[in-house]
């Protein structure tokens, strides 16, 4: 579907990796059992034009780029209906010339399609560069999908899941890892499951589950800006796991503006 609802949780806790094996082990949730357990790695790099027309519109363009397949996703800024659960367009399409254009076409930047070459490169970001458009956010996110069927439906499979994300973001030679769950729906009747999973995942995780208002574009913007105000330190080289407290500062930071983009840096 082209419209994506979700709720987002983030770990809190000195152990985040404990956490987030307590749900993986889980058989089952309230009324819902774990049908099925996935487990993927996803490459995604964001891209913008050099003078942030789609982050001033709170737009985004993501390469994600999987074992099996590479996919071109546009979105559009979310909707917050309530802490941590979220509304908002994001059309994904696999890489071609064609879907391409498309979603250029959708973003606004259709005069971009007129420098496409005239056979796109094997190399997606040689042909994105010569597109004027620029690398914003580059990371990697180790997913473990977890499908869910309902009891009460005898068992039959339910339009929602639940995603476990552990992220690493590259800042400064060095890695940050955020540990993040989010229970999506997968179609336009999955908002009611997603708000009762969000309910029940943090009843069984209570203190250290708790919603979370930011995308993982955002909270990395702001995980950058922290490290080079010098008010994160992240050694290079070396993996830095966000404590509590700091994900208490980047909440409070991305709180006092209303939208981040490539220009406040």
């Not at 039959?156 to 060095?174: F, K, N, Q, T």
Request: hydrophobic share 40%.
């Amino acid at each position: 579907m082209s419209t994506e609802i979700e709720s987002k949780l983030i770990i809190q806790s000195d152990h985040p990796a404990s956490v987030m094996k307590r749900i993986t082990n889980l058989t089952g949730i309230g009324p819902y059992s774990i049908r099925e357990k996935h487990t993927q790695i996803m490459h995604d790099i964001y891209l913008d034009t050099h003078d942030n027309q789609m982050s001033l519109r709170k737009e985004a363009l993501r390469l994600r780029e999987t074992r099996e397949s590479l996919w071109l996703c546009f979105k559009r800024a979310e909707t917050v209906h309530a802490p941590g659960v979220f509304e908002r367009f994001e059309l994904e399409r696999l890489w071609s010339r064609q879907n391409l254009e498309e979603l250029l076409e959708i973003a606004g930047l259709k005069h971009s399609i007129k420098r496409l070459p005239g056979i796109i490169s094997r190399d997606p970001l040689e042909t994105l560069a010569a597109l004027n458009l620029c690398i914003i956010q580059d990371r990697q996110t180790s997913r473990t999908l977890l499908m869910l069927s309902d009891h009460t439906r005898h068992g039959r499979s339910i339009p929602a899941e639940i995603a476990l994300d552990r992220v690493s973001y590259r800042i400064e030679g060095g890695t940050v890892l955020h540990f993040e769950v989010e229970v999506e729906a997968c179609d336009d009747s999955g908002l009611h499951h997603v708000s009762a999973v969000t309910r029940l995942l943090k009843n069984y995780c209570a203190p250290n589950l708790v919603p979370w208002n930011h995308n993982k574009l955002i909270t990395g913007f702001a995980l950058e800006h922290l490290t080079r105000k010098g008010v994160l330190f992240v050694p290079k080289d070396r993996v830095t796991l966000l404590s509590p407290d700091a994900y208490t500062t980047v909440n409070s930071l991305l709180a006092e503006r209303e939208h981040w983009d490539r220009s406040f840096f």
